[in-house]
Each structure stands twice: as C-alpha cells, then as structure tokens.
T-cell receptor
Framework: NAGVTQTPKFQVLKTGQSMTLQCAQDMNHEYMSWYRQDPGMGLRLIHYSVGAGITDQGEVPNGYNVSRSTTEDFPLRLLSAAPSQTSVYFC???????????FGSGTRLTVV | KNEVEQSPQNLTAQEGEFITINCSYSVGISALHWLQQHPGGGIVSLFMLSSGKKKHGRLIATINIQEKHSSLHITASHPRDSAVYICAVSETSGSRLTFGEGTQLTVNP
C-alpha cells in the first residue's frame, strides 16, 4: 500500500547510544519532514527536506541528523541519545505545501 | 504566544451532539490542515483548506482568511469520533507545518 513507512515502532535506548529512525515513502513526494510529539507541546519540526540532496533544520534540530540521498528515504539519526529525546516521532511527506500531508504511524522512543 | 492556537483543549460531548473545534493563527499561510489522531495511533489528514469550506461525511471545515480563523464541525457525533484533533498551518514562507496543541474530544454513548 502506498504511504509512509516508519521503523521501528518502539525503541528503548540507553543514554549515549546512537540509532537511526527509518522513514520511507513510495508516493514520489518531494517534501519530507520529521516531527516529535511531546505531551502538552504539540508536534514540533525537527528537520525537513524539499528534495533529494536538500535538508534543513526545523524548530528543534539539536541532537539529530538527517540526510536525503533518494526521494524515497529520509532517515533520522540520534547521535548520542539523551532522556530529553524520549518522545513519539512522526515522519510526514507531501508533494508541496499546497497538498495534504501523509504521516507515518510513529516511533515511540524511550531513552533511559 | 503560540502561532497556532486551538480551543477548547478538552471537549466532552454526548452522542449525537454538534461539535465545534476552533483554530486561530497569527502567521501568513498557504493552507490550513485538520488532522485526527486516535489513542496510540497515527495521524490522519482530514482536510486541507486555503479558502471557504469543505465537507466530508459528518465533518465540515471552514476557514476565514481575513480573520485568520478556522473551525472544524462534527455533526451527529459518535463515540468513534473520540480522538485528538489537530490544527496545523503551512506557512507562506515554505513547506513547514506549524501545529496547534490539539483538542482532545471524547464522545460518550
């Protein structure tokens, strides 16, 4: 089925560990983005990409890294996990700002 | 002050009631989005508006660009409508989304 696929769905990390959250879409969307959702704060933009080879920072980029080598994939890397990065992470994609967004099912990350 | 404000934060209704959730924003936008999130679930796009009104089943979304305000209405509410409803705007400056904090809706049978 067409859509945005996020893996893993759940992850527990120890402080200082690194990991990559995967995001893939098969709709040929140019725009992809990563958000984190924390209680009482709404979703906040971490990083986004407007096409292969182009990425930019969002509202809360510190501690995260991204790359966009293909149109389909937009992985999010946690360089050295901290308890403050405990959150639910969503990936989303769209053709551009005049179209609706498709969201992945989310990754629930706990850093202990 | 947040760029996107939703009200109310929490809403409890009886089955069959007409429900309104409001969204105000303070930035220039190219579109406004209404999203739905069920408990423990993913996020689904309900509407994208740049003007006027859209209807899908029992859901109606309106936007007033001059007043920078949008409303989401649910007619004949049902317990399965219980979810968090999120307003988000695509700013004219780019493709990023800015979100409200969401409205937790509970519809009791």
């Amino acid at each position: 089925n067409a859509g945005v696929t996020q893996t893993p769905k759940f992850q527990v990390l120890k402080t200082g560990q690194s990991m990559t959250l995967q995001c893939a879409q098969d709709m040929n969307h140019e725009y992809m983005s990563w958000y984190r959702q924390d209680p009482g704060m709404g979703l906040r933009l971490i990083h986004y990409s407007v096409g292969a080879g182009i990425t930019d920072q969002g509202e809360v980029p510190n501690g995260y890294n991204v790359s966009r080598s293909t149109t389909e994939d937009f992985p999010l890397r946690l360089l050295s996990a901290a308890p403050s990065q405990t959150s639910v992470y969503f990936c989303a994609s769209t053709f551009d700002r005049f179209y609706g967004y498709t969201f992945g099912s989310g990754t629930r990350l706990t850093v202990v | 002050k947040n760029e996107v404000e939703q009200s109310p934060q929490n809403l409890t209704a009886q089955e069959g009631e007409f429900i309104t959730i409001n969204c105000s924003y303070s930035v220039g936008i190219s579109a406004l989005h209404w999203l739905q999130q069920h408990p423990g679930g993913g996020i689904v796009s309900l509407f994208m508006l740049s003007s006027g009104k859209k209807k899908h089943g029992r859901l109606i979304a309106t936007i007033n660009i001059q007043e920078k305000h949008s409303s989401l209405h649910i007619t004949a509410s049902h317990p399965r409508d219980s979810a968090v409803y999120i307003c988000a705007v695509s700013e004219t400056s780019g493709s990023r989304l800015t979100f409200g904090e969401g409205t937790q809706l509970t519809v009791n049978p």
